[in-house]
């Protein structure tokens, strides 16, 4: 059985995290880490603290009313993709524990491909 890292809960909601598959469970944004539990498997989790979150990165759309998935960046253990029934909810409960100069906006297509040209 795994144990929560949090001692506090701030939010709980269904999610998917995308790892090649997608994976349904819960997410947990705590005083302590973010926490995603898969709901067929308990032994199929991540508990990532806030200490490693270096950055967390999400996709905006139409002037951020919509916001598809977020990524949470750790220093040690890379990338790590997920998306909740509110991703807005969930990205504010987050600030509460990541610093506002390390949430970030995902680049948009038109600036993916300025990028490219201006690099060649």
Known sequence: MVESSNSKVD???????FRGIATYG????????????????VDDYVQI???EVTYVVADVHFG???IP??????RKN???????????HTLHAI??????????QALGL???????????
Do not use: C, D
Not at 95 to 104: D, G, H, L, S
């Open 78 to 88: 890379g990338k790590f993709i997920f998306s909740s029934r509110n991703n807005k």
């Open 26 to 41: 819960k997410l947990m944004v705590g005083n302590h880490a973010f926490e995603f539990y898969n709901e067929r498997n």
């Open 11 to 17: 939010l709980t909601a269904s999610a998917t995290w």
């Open 64 to 66: 951020g009313s919509y």
């Open 49 to 51: 603290p806030w200490t």
């Open 95 to 104: 600030r509460q524990y990541v610093p506002a100069n390390n949430m970030r």
């Open 110 to 120: 038109w600036q993916k491909i300025k990028r490219k040209v201006k690099n060649k």
């Open 69 to 74: 998935r977020f990524e949470i960046r750790t």
